[in-house]
């Protein structure tokens, strides 16, 4: 989820929110503060353990204080984080890891083949690739303290790409005894070996967040490109300030009490930009993509027919347009896998129709037996984009004769009501809005809104066979063509069965004061904070 907050009020107010900062904010900002950099986030961090949550705040979070084994640069190509260097045998079925010198643990405690083991295979329970990955292999070992090896059953392209994919969950390496616990228990230790310590003493829930220098952190000597390259750390401390205002955002960082905002309201750009000491910056090159899902477990959208009117009665702009997001900075999608990825096509996409179809969408509703059965559209209160496109959509599915309610609830209420499978009657739910960066679009394998294998699906729970099929043939082909080919297939049926209805597309620049500088590109929603440079 993407926490892109939406200003209510007037920007003409913005400079008399600043007389209004609350105090602890101002107590901790001080002139001595020069390598300290305090960093506005789009969503409060409540789940710490990446293999337990898709949020974008724990995904960066884990960024921060964990490494990987690769990541993706800023093309989207896997390179080698913590791994020095691999080789794979003459039959493909046998990849063998050297892990760098001089990496450790927060705790001092050096990284060793046995952590790195315990990560992989606690994340291959947890993550949809990892799943997949998982049944091709034979064995993951450790050879000696820096060697481990993956031995698959059969040749499989995509495992490189998967270990680094940001796709699905984050594929943290955690000490062995915090990787052997079981997926269903959280892991709370928040020690890793990444570039940043987290601090619990200031840890401040609900308020603000400390991250500090790992001051015996290795850096790889490439420069930073995207997720890849050396993570090289110019500040001493990085604070997550959290400040649900926007207002009161924008005024603490015209004051310089901030140095970041990650997400500010669309209506404060003029006003960003007019100002000598701010910048907008677009960290995400390749935007988000909004979208709703359906229970395809519960009436009505247990009828394809009444999914089916639902990619009619969207008008993307529209919807867009409630949500908050400028509209220079907003676009169209139509296929499965995204705007910017290799594997965006228009297959199957004749029911996209500019400013969408109200009467097409009315009569497959018809079609579909709908009788006035109550449809929930769940609604975040405390995620002003998603509550503006549910209150619209909402508004729309009334215009249709569709008897819709809202139901609105805070983040954390949002997460445990959509977990349930049960009709409306029994909290359960008809439709709810999440967002991900366009990137993750391009692996089937790994985003949870490309699954339809039922129980076992992203909540919504979508099933097709056929499908599933083509999905599961992703990681055995070779080619480039092969696999754009195998899009276009499963975006055919994926349109046919409705898993995912698409919102639109859009970029959200961070707001920046000009003093911080470096910040790094990537193609996801959730930013590095190594590399920032502050004057």
Known sequence: MTISRRNMMKVGLAAGAALSLPSVLRAQTAPSDARTVRWVPDGILQVFDPLVSTANETSQHSLAIYDTLFALDSKGLPQPQMVEKWGLSDDKKTYTFHLREGQAFHDGSPVTAADCVASVRRWGQADAGGKVIMESVKDISKNDDRTFTITLTQPLPLLIPSLASAAGLYLAV??????????????????GSGPFKFNEALARPGASFVYDRNENYVPRKEAPDGFAGGKVVNVDRVIWNYLADQQTAFAALQAGEVDLVQAPASDLYPAIESDPNLELEIMNKAGTNMFLRLNCLQPPFNNVKARQAMLHLIDQEAVMRAAGFDPKYINPVTSIFGRTTPYSNDEN????????????????????????????VLQTSDWPAASNAALYLANTLRKIGVNAELASSDWSGFTARRSNKGPVEDGGWSIFISDWSDSKFGNPLDIPALLANGDDAWYGWPKNDEYEALRAKWGDVDTLQ??????????????????TVMLGHYVSPVARRKSLTGLVSVLSVVYPMWNMQKA
Do not use: C, H
């Open 349 to 376: 996409t004749g029911w996209y129709k500019k400013g969408g179809d109200l009467e097409g969408a009315k009569q497959l509703f018809q079609e579909a037996g709908y009788a006035g059965e109550k449809v929930v």
């Open 174 to 191: 955690m000490r062995e005894k915090d990787a052997s616990r079981p997926v269903t228990e959280q892991v709370t230790a928040n020690i």
């Open 482 to 499: 092969e696999r754009q080919a195998l899009a276009r297939e499963m975006q055919r049926l994926s349109w046919d069965f409705v898993g």
